[in-house]
């Protein structure tokens, strides 16, 4: 048998051989596989977190130099004390039109517009000329007994007529005694409703406080505000006190006035009584003494020149000049109909102008015009300029810092009522063609934009406004000072 030269190759096994028989363990393809792909996932998350943080970062950074910083306050409900907001011009309380019934020319009038007079000073002279001859023609004619009597009805005629003038004078010097202690006793009484309504407000959060740092701290406050309240109780006996007095003594001024009048009137009707007796010369000069008396003009009070309106020469045919005077003042408001019920006679007013803040005053209200004049001439009657409105207040002014006659005021008037309202800062509201808005801080990618939110307004307090509609949402950043940003621009709250 022949042998073969090719080698001898093994026999090879066909048969599958398993992971595990020829490495001794499993095989782990796919687990690794997963592995890896999750590994890869967090990386790159954490690549894209760290690239977030660091635009984040570089936002900030880059607009921590840029925008305005500002002050703002969560929209919310607020506590609101109701006000009556109106507008008017400044007046004055006492306008004297100098007239006379005298028909001659005007010889001189001694004073312009913007002239300062006070009460007795002369401010027009009558042409006496023509009374002059006349007494000059009687008092020839006249016996020494008609002249006497003459002097004795001009006397006793000036005599009333200054009794009169002096009475009214004391009269209202005592009715303003009267009205300031009122006044102060009306605030002291204001003053207790509030500490009243404090002390309430107090014990009221005191009884629902349950903590123990909370019902010590309001406890304290509970205290505080019953001593406030105890100071202002006595403070509004004791303005009651002179408010009473004071009256009492105003009743005995009026009463002791009316006496005096009442017996310079007997007086006079006793000298006139014997006219009848009196010869018509005598009669007639006693006339033209008491004209020659009224040719001198005086000022009725102090006050300011503020308009002239006849002529030197010429005979006048109505108002010579008007007096006002610029201490005591007033000023005249609109009411819309939907307030005319919540305002009274002796509620506070704060007076302020648009555009000079040193421009302020205090009053009350003196007048409440609840009914709808139908015409100028009506309004004249009450001594009232037309207003666009038929309901008024009139408010005279107590405390006033620069207010001139003229100057066109703000008024706030306090009703006392007090509600609890959806509100912002007054500061926070500014007007345009298309009506109130404010500014909210909106956040925008880590850091803050003025966004315009269009609102409309209902009563305004001390501090808040209420907020009866528009687009903002509870919890809005309102910017409390908008008029240094603008809308869509970066802003930086201000902590």
């Known amino acids: 048998m022949e042998e073969s030269n090719t080698p001898n190759t093994p026999e090879v096994d066909t048969t599958k051989v398993s992971w595990e028989e020829k490495y001794g363990k499993k095989k782990k393809g796919k687990k690794v596989n997963k592995a890896i792909i999750a590994l890869i996932l967090v990386v790159a998350l954490a690549a894209l977190g760290a690239a977030a943080y660091g635009y984040t970062r570089l936002i900030k950074k880059t607009t921590e130099g840029l925008g305005t910083e500002t002050l703002v306050e969560s929209y919310g409900e607020q506590d609101l004390t109701a006000y009556i907001n109106s507008t008017g011009t400044i007046e004055s309380q006492e306008v004297q039109s100098v007239v006379t019934t005298l ?96 002390y309430k407000k107090a014990v009221k959060k005191l009884k629902k406080a349950t903590e123990t740092d909370a019902i010590k701290k309001k406890s304290t406050t509970v205290t505080e505000k019953k001593a406030a309240l105890d100071a202002a109780e ?92 610029d201490q005591k003042l007033r000023v005249i408001v609109d009411i819309k109909e939907r307030d005319i ?77 007090e509600m609890s309202v959806m509100a912002v800062p007054y500061t926070a509201i500014m007007t345009d063609d298309d009506g109130d808005y404010v500014y909210v801080a909106k956040e925008t990618s880590g850091f803050y934009m003025a966004e315009r939110r269009n609102i409309e307004t209902g009563e305004t307090g001390d501090y808040y406004t209420e907020i009866t509609g528009g687009d903002l949402e509870p919890g809005d950043k309102v910017i409390l000072y908008p008029d240094t940003v603008a809308e869509g621009g970066i802003v930086k709250i201000k902590e």
């Open 341 to 417: 019920f919540k305002i009274k006679e002796g509620m506070d007013v704060d007076l302020s102008n648009d555009t000079l803040e040193d421009v302020t005053g205090k009053g009350k209200v003196s007048k409440v015009i609840n009914f709808v004049m139908g015409t100028s001439s009506e309004q004249s009657v009450l001594g009232m300029q037309s207003t666009d409105s038929g309901y008024n207040a009139v408010i005279d002014i107590n405390e006033q810092t620069n207010m001139l006659l003229g100057m066109n005021v703000k008024t706030k008037i306090a009703t006392g009522n």
């Open 103 to 198: 028909q001659y020319p005007i010889k001189e009038i001694k004073v312009e517009v913007g002239d300062r007079v006070k009460a007795g000073d002369t401010v027009c002279i009558i042409d006496d000329k023509d009374i002059n001859e006349r007494i000059d023609a009687l008092e020839a004619q006249a016996s020494d007994e008609e002249r006497r009597e003459a002097k004795e009805i001009e006397i006793s005629n000036r005599q009333l007529n200054q009794t009169k003038e002096s009475s009214g004078r004391n009269i209202n010097k005592a009715k303003n005694g009267v009205n300031e202690a009122e006044e102060d006793y009306n605030e002291a009484v204001d003053e207790y409703e509030k500490a009243k309504k404090a």
């Open 234 to 325: 006595m403070a509004m006996n004791e303005k009651e006190s002179i408010y009473k007095s004071t009256k009492d003594s105003y009743d005995q001024v009026v009463e002791g006035q009316k006496e005096a009048v009442q017996s310079a009137q007997n007086s006079n009707e006793l000298t006139l009584s014997n006219i009848s007796s009196y010869s018509a010369i005598a009669s007639e000069l006693a006339s033209c003494y008491e004209m020659k008396e009224k040719t001198i003009i005086k000022a009725e009070h102090d006050g300011i020149v503020t308009s002239v309106s006849a002529t030197e020469g010429l005979v006048p045919t109505g108002i010579i000049l008007q007096i006002e005077n």
